[in-house]
Antibody
């Protein structure tokens, strides 16, 4: 069974750092790009960026480039999304996704809720 | 960036109705378009990719059409479990972008 399992919910203060994870199993992890998608409270889906686990090549949304970093450790089939200095506006559900045709997303993680509040 | 404009943003319909949701891109996508269904509190679910290809296990009442910049998702006969929010996504070129969503509600 293909699974993407994300790390648990986080509550942080503005200015703190954070790294959330997404571990894939049940498929060849290095064969497919992994994407991150943001959903702010009550809002739609927003594409954050992607990484290829084999060579760590990344692409970012221009609106988020420099605000987040996507990385991967292929030895443990895990992708990461990290922030060096969180803002209240980073409060959202973050999903990882992979394995669709082209750049579509067939498999999704369960989501990681990030809450940033003083 | 390619802008994706979905319409309508919300829609009230009854069980058994035929529903059409439209997605317009700011440039041609060569059919690199996917449709997703999202229910409250859940991750999105892929319905169609390549504009017209039904993902395995998705009921045949869902269909997609279109080309160039204009695409549609059609639900031929609504069932109670279809009431959800629907999103289009272009994956023609990065940054991949989503439409703003269409909330389908029970009339």
């Amino acid at each position: 069974e293909v699974q993407l399992v994300q790390s648990g919910a986080e509550v942080k203060k503005p200015g703190e750092s954070l790294k959330i994870s997404c571990q894939g199993s049940g498929y060849s992890f290095t064969d497919y790009w992994i994407g991150w998608v943001r959903q702010m409270p009550g809002k739609g889906l927003e594409w954050v960026g992607i990484i290829h686990p084999d060579d760590s090549k990344t692409r970012y949304s221009p609106s988020l480039q420099g605000q987040v970093t996507i990385s991967v450790d292929k030895s443990i089939s895990t992708a990461y999304l990290q922030w060096s200095s969180l803002k209240a506006s980073d409060t959202a559900m973050y999903y990882c996704a992979s394995r669709g045709m082209g750049g579509s997303y067939l498999d999704w993680g369960q989501g990681t809720l990030v809450t940033v509040s003083s | 960036d390619i802008q994706m404009t979905q319409s309508p943003s919300s829609l009230s319909a009854s069980v058994g109705d035929r529903v059409i949701i439209t997605c317009r891109a700011s440039q041609g996508l060569s059919n690199s378009l996917a449709w997703y269904q999202q229910k409250s509190g859940k991750a999105p679910k892929l319905l169609l990719y390549g504009a017209v290809s039904l993902e395995s296990g998705v009921p045949s009442r869902f269909s997609g059409s279109g080309s160039g910049t204009d695409y549609t998702l059609t639900i031929s006969s609504l069932r109670p479990e279809d009431f959800a929010t629907y999103y289009c996504q272009q994956y023609y070129i990065t940054p991949y972008t989503f439409g703003q969503g269409t909330k389908l509600e029970i009339k």
